[in-house]
C-alpha cells in the first residue's frame, strides 16, 4: 500500500526513506509531501490506511472525520507531543494513534542552551554587527552563569538533560514538577513551589508539555514575579506562554532576554517561508521587533541523531499496527 507523510522536511525526507525502505521495501511505497494537514488539505488523505503528521498538522475532530470517511485507520505522529491530535476523536472515530515517546532529548536540551547563552552574550547583535565591521562592544554585556540560578520547569527527560548542563556551568538549580526526578536531585535541585522558581530564578527554561493546567503556566503574574533581568527560554510549546502578557513584559522594558523556539500560534507559519508575504500575525511581528528577543522556528528537536531515531521509531510504531500490536507509542489503539 501507499502510506503518506505531511508536512516532512527536505532535511527529513532521506532518514524517513531510508528507515522506510529498510522495514517495507517492496511491500509499502511511502510518499512524502511538503504540503501541512489542516482542514484545507484532510480530503487528500483519501485513500490511504496509514497517515505521518507532525507537529504543525492540526489533527482536530472535522479533519480526523475526514480522515477516517476517507479509510485512514491510523495516525502515525512524528513527535513526542500530540496536543494537535484530538485522541478522544481519533478513539470514537476508530483511528489508531502513535507518536514517538521518546527520542535524543539532548537534541532539545542543547538548543534551548543554545538560545540561553545566545540571549545572555547578546551572539546575534554581535553577529550582526562584525558582519557590518562594527566592532564595537557597546551594548553586547553579559553575565556569568556560574553560581546564578537555574529555573527548570519540567524536569522528565528534556528538563533533566537542560539541569545537568546548568549543573556544568555551576549553576544552582530550582526545579518544579508535579514529580522529582532523582536524577535531578542527584545534581542538587532543589524542587519549590512554582512561585518561588520564577522569583528566584536567572534563567527560566520550560520543558512541560503543553496540558489544560500548563496553557498559560507563564501569564502576567508568573512574568511579574520573574527578576527584571531574569531570561525566559520555551523549547516546549507555545501555549504555555500567555504572548500578550510577554510582550507587555517586553514593552515595559523587564527580562533580559527571551529565546523562543516555539510559539502560541505557529501553525500554518513554522516550517514555511513567510518572507514574501505581509505578516498578519500582529504578536508574531511585535515579538520580533524587540531585540533582546530569539525566535526560532521550532527546531530544537532538528539534529541527525534526533531525526533518525524519530522516523526509526515512526517506520517501528507502523509495523506494531500492521501486526495488531500496540506499545508505549500507543497513544490510542483503535479496536
Ligand atoms: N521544540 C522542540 O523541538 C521539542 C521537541 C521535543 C519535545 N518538546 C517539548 O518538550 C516537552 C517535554 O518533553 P520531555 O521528553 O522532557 O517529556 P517528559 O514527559 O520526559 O517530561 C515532562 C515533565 O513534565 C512534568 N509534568 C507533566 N504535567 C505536568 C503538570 N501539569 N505540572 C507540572 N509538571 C508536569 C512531568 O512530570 C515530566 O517530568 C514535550 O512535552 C514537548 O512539548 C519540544
Known amino acids: 500500500m501507499e502510506i503518506v507523510a505531511y508536512g516532512v522536511l527536505s532535511d527529513e525526507e532521506p532518514l524517513l526513506r531510508a528507515a522506510f525502505d529498510k522495514a517495507f521495501a517492496g511491500r509499502h511505497e511511502l510518499r512524502c509531501l511538503r504540503l501541512f494537514l489542516d482542514g484545507d488539505t484532510a480530503l487528500t488523505t483519501a485513500g490511504h490506511e496509514i497517515v505521518l503528521s507532525g ?23 512524528r513527535s513526542t507531543g500530540y496536543n494537535n491530535i484530538d485522541l478522544t476523536a481519533a478513539r470514537e472515530l476508530g483511528v489508531t494513534v502513535a507518536r514517538v515517546s521518546s527520542y535524543s532529548p539532548y537534541s532539545v536540551a542543547e538548543f534551548a542552551w543554545t538560545l540561553a547563552l545566545a540571549v545572555n552574550r547578546r551572539i546575534v547583535r554581535a553577529a550582526h554587527r562584525t558582519r557590518e565591521f562594527d566592532f564595537r562592544l557597546d551594548g553586547l554585556m553579559g553575565r556569568d552563569l556560574r553560581g546564578r540560578t537555574a529555573g527548570v520547569v519540567g524536569t522528565g527527560k528534556i528538563g533533566s538533560a537542560f539541569a545537568a548542563i546548568a549543573h556544568g556551568f555551576g549553576m544552582r538549580l530550582l526545579g518544579w514538577d508535579i514529580t522529582e526526578n532523582p536524577d535531578c536531585l542527584a545534581l542538587g535541585m532543589e524542587y519549590v513551589p512554582r512561585e518561588r522558581l520564577f522569583a528566584e530564578a536567572d534563567l ?11 496553557h498559560h503556566l507563564v501569564d502576567a503574574d508568573a512574568l511579574g514575579l520573574m527578576k527584571d533581568d531574569a531570561i525566559l527560554v520555551n523549547s516546549s510549546r507555545g501555549g504555555l506562554v500567555d504572548t500578550d502578557a510577554l510582550l507587555a513584559t517586553l514593552r515595559a522594558g523587564r527580562l533580559t532576554g527571551v529565546g523562543l523556539d516555539v510559539y502560541e500560534e505557529e501553525a500554518g507559519v513554522f516550517f514555511l517561508d513567510k518572507s514574501l508575504e505581509v505578516m498578519t500575525d500582529e504578536r508574531l511581528a511585535r515579538l520580533m521587533t524587540f531585540s533582546n528577543v530569539l525566535l526560532t522556528s521550532h527546531q530544537a528537536y532538528f539534529t541527525e541523531d534526533a531525526v533518525g531515531q524519530i522516523v526509526r521509531t515512526t517506520v517501528s510504531n507502523i509495523e506494531d499496527y500492521l501486526a495488531g500490536r500496540s506499545g508505549d507509542n500507543t497513544l490510542v489503539a483503535a479496536t
Open 204 to 214: 527560566v527554561s520550560l520543558h512541560v508539555p503543553l496540558l489544560p493546567e500548563t
Open 55 to 77: 507537529v504543525n498538522d492540526t489533527l482536530d475532530a472535522g479533519v480526523l472525520r475526514t480522515l477516517a470517511a476517507g479509510g485512514t485507520r491510523m495516525i502515525a505522529q
